[in-house]
Structure formats: C-alpha cells, structure tokens
C-alpha cells in the first residue's frame, strides 16, 4: 500500500483532534474516570458528557461517509456490523472494565497519562502483553459456535 | 470545579473526539479504535501501519496542544504498580477479545448503531463500576 498523503495527514489530525479532547474532556486522569464510575461512593458522572457529545457527531459523520459510499482518499468504507452477541464479545468487555475501573485509564488516555505520569508507561507495556497473550491464546480469530 | 463546568468540558471534549472519529471515517474510511490502532502496531504488519502510527503519535501531541493554549492536564495516577500490571493486561486482553474499547465500541460502534457495540459498552461500564465497588470494600 503507498503512502497517501491525504491518509497520513488525515491520520496525524484526527489523532490531535482525538488527544485534544481527551485532555479537555479530563477523560486522560485515573482519577475522574475512577470517580465517574464510582457510583456506589462519591459519584460525579459529569463524564457521561464524554460520549453524549461524541456520539452524535461520530453519527453524523459516518452518514455522510455512507451516503459518499467511499472514503476521501479512496478505498471501501468497513462493512455493515456484526450482529452476533457472543461470549467472547461480551467476556472481553468485562475484562477490559476490570482493568479500567482498577486503574482508571483505557488506551488512548494511556498512551497521553504517560507524559505527565510515568508509571503510565508499565500501564501501557502491560496492556500491549495483554494483546499479544490474546493473539497467542485464541489464535484463530472465529467464535467458538458453542459460545453464545 | 463545580458539576457543570466539568459536563460542559466533557461534551466539548467529547464533540472533539466525535470529529475526530468522523474524519477518521470520512477521510480514511476506518474505524478510530485505539485498542484496534495498537494491537495493529504490535502485531503483524498492517497495511495501514503509518496511518495507525501517526494517529497514535498524534494523540500525546494533542494533549500537549491543549497544555500549550493553558488547557489543565494533570492526570493523578494513584494504583499501585501491582495494579497497573494487572489492569493492563486485563485493558489489553480483554479489548482484543471482544475487538474494541472506549473508543472503538464506546464512541465508534455506538455511533454505527451496532448492537455488538452497544453490549460491549454496557459490560465494560458495569464491570468498571463494579470493580471500583469492591476496591472501596478492601
């Protein structure tokens, strides 16, 4: 695949689009997302604003890419979504909440926490071990039919 | 630092990660997930591995962005390195298996109106509430 330049500097802008509201929403600090899921102790659920303003926009946007049918730099838009609601979708998801709501930090606030707190990069060594334990575990990326 | 002004930061914030995801899509024709964009550097070679590296480098920049206009970013990272290992590895093995985080189920997939998503989203918010739960029983 050749380098497009309209695919590089679209990847470079939407990844500080991205940084810059993580920063701004306070998503990027443990410590909120810790007290946004906190709702048995001292609750602030101001983060939920987090995905109520994401959402809508994300909405729009992917109407507009459907409605061109293909992508600016050229190439196919992905494929209608799964359906399937199976085991491994929904064990994933667990595990991942585990480990957010014990650290308070998912990936992308990772890969910013670390520049202000260093700790962060043995967050991120550890989750990239995660992945490449996953990929070793099931290498074979299809759902077992008795999952589900 | 009162409730509102944090909802207002948050929905602002979050309208910019929306953009984001969109132009991501409009421009590029991908999903913006950034469990999808790591693994997809750590593991075999992607096709699109410069975009999926430029978008992940973007994000630190991004939030050296906002420090820089006088944005407040002081993350306050209190687990302990015990914890940091073990919710790594959870963070990392668990969005590969169920192939999504934050992100890629919570803003992208909803926004497609994926049922997958939408299921993903709701396990990984009450098992993070409930993991916060018990850590404030021990």
């Keep these: ?21 993580l920063a701004l929403s306070r998503m990027v600090d443990p410590a909120v997302v810790r007290g946004f899921l906190d709702v048995t102790g ?15 926009v994300t909405f729009v946007f992917y109407r507009i890419a459907a409605r061109r049918g293909r992508a600016l730099a050229g190439g196919a838009l992905p494929p209608a979504p799964e359906r399937t609601i199976d085991r491994r979708l929904v064990g994933g ?25 260093p700790w962060a990069l043995l967050f991120i060594a550890a989750m990239v071990a995660g992945m490449a334990i996953q990929r070793r575990v099931l290498r074979e990326p299809v759902a077992d039919p008795a999952c589900g | 630092m009162n409730i509102v002004h944090n909802l207002v930061l ?3 914030g979050g309208a910019l990660i929306g953009l984001a995801a969109g132009l991501f899509m409009l421009i590029e024709g991908r999903i913006m997930g950034a469990s ?40 306050h990272l209190a687990a302990p390195p015990l914890a940091l290992v073990v919710g790594g590895l959870l963070v990392g093995f668990g969005t590969r298996l169920s192939a999504g985080c934050t ?19 709701a396990a990984f918010m009450l098992a993070g509430m409930a993991a916060v739960a018990l850590g404030r029983l021990v």
């Design chain 1, 1 to 21: 695949m050749n380098a497009n330049p309209l695919r590089l500097v679209g990847a470079l802008g939407c990844g500080l689009l991205f940084g810059f509201g």
């Design chain 1, 42 to 56: 001292d609750w602030d659920p101001s983060l939920a604003g987090v995905m109520a303003g994401a959402i809508p």
């Design chain 1, 93 to 117: 998801a667990l595990l991942f909440g585990i480990g957010w709501g014990l650290v308070g930090l998912c990936p992308a606030p990772a890969l910013i926490a670390w520049l202000f707190q």
């Design chain 2, 10 to 12: 948050a929905v602002a």
């Design chain 2, 36 to 75: 999808s964009l790591v693994a997809g550097l750590v593991g075999p070679v992607a096709t699109m591995w410069r975009e999926n590296a430029l978008l992940l480098i973007g994000l630190p920049l991004g939030a050296l962005l906002f420090a820089a206009i006088g944005g407040a970013v002081a993350p």
């Design chain 2, 103 to 121: 992100s890629g189920h919570g803003v992208c997939g909803n926004a497609r109106l994926s049922p997958r998503s939408m299921a993903a989203t």
